[in-house]
């Protein structure tokens, strides 16, 4: 019998009716984004006798997405972790999902609500694109609040003065340094000195963000020295042959500065033991994203 097509009043009604539900998840998203409302909250409405029908068809995928921190690689990790199917939809969880859910939602709100912010530093070997990750992160996560470095050095064909560094001279850097306002500072490749600025870290920290810092591995040491609970995270290059070509592709050194700089990426990547967390750079996105969903975890015990 051939199938017949329903009526276009029909089809135009259905189609408003889709793009309303559309808009009423995105709005839901938009609330638990903007910590308007919790997430606890957006379960305990999909879950009731009479559920809200925004909050239940959205995907449990969408509502660990949309919480402040949590990328698409966390995401994945805590739907493993609770044995939840990407395609489940909040409404659709059987009863121990549900539990499971529930439980590590109050855990994390518990554990957000507590003061779990923290300075977060990101290191790794020259040329690995610790900068370029960050740029990122400053790009497309206005949330993260990252501190800028101070340095001796010049810029780079287009980074920005207070926003990639503060570019300043030997004289400058000498007086920060004096005055107690540099919480580390490093002489990079025999050349160049770095430091981090202590007063805008230790704003951000009482206004209660957490503060990512992207900074080289004897600053990262230092760091840790001066703030033991910070969190440090290293960029790993996919393979040394893409490092050394990443090196060389920028053009930003001399072949005799490539050389030793390559010398001293070696010595680098043998520190990577000790931080707390190792993020490989196959994608510059996917490095950023790693990152990110990194502020909200534990320190290394």
Known sequence: MPRVAPPDVDRAAASRAAVAARRARAAVKHAVATRERSATD??????????????????V??????????????????????????SKRVGGLGSRQRN??????????????AGTTRLVVLA????????????????????????????TRKPRPGE???????????EEFDRMEAEGRM?????VHNAHRYGTP??????????????????????????????????LIFLLPPTWEELV????????????????RLVTAKVELAAQDEFDYKVINHDVSEAAQEVVDLLGMPSRA
């Open 100 to 113: 499971r859910l529930r439980e590590w939602l109050q855990e994390r709100e518990h554990n957000d609500g």
């Open 42 to 59: 957006v379960v305990d409405a999909a879950w009731k006798d009479e559920p809200v029908p925004a909050e239940a068809s959205l995907r």
């Open 245 to 260: 070509r990443r090196l060389i592709g920028r053009g930003t050194e001399d072949s005799a500065e490539q050389a030793r």
């Open 198 to 231: 202590r007063q805008p870290i230790e704003e951000a920290l009482a206004q209660g963000k957490s503060v990512l810092l992207e900074i080289d591995i004897q600053g990262a040491r230092a760091v840790k020295r001066a703030m033991p609970e910070a969190l």
């Open 183 to 187: 919480l580390e500072t490093a002489t």
């Open 124 to 151: 790794g070997p020259t040329a690995v694109g610790k900068g370029t990750v960050s740029t990122f992160i400053r790009e497309n996560y206005p949330h993260v609040h990252l501190s800028v470095s101070a340095t």
């Open 61 to 86: 995928t969408e509502l660990l997405s949309s919480i402040p921190g949590i990328g698409p690689i966390r995401v994945s990790r805590i739907l493993d972790e609770l044995n939840i199917a990407t």
């Open 160 to 170: 920005i003065d207070g926003v990639n560094y503060y570019f300043v001279t030997d």
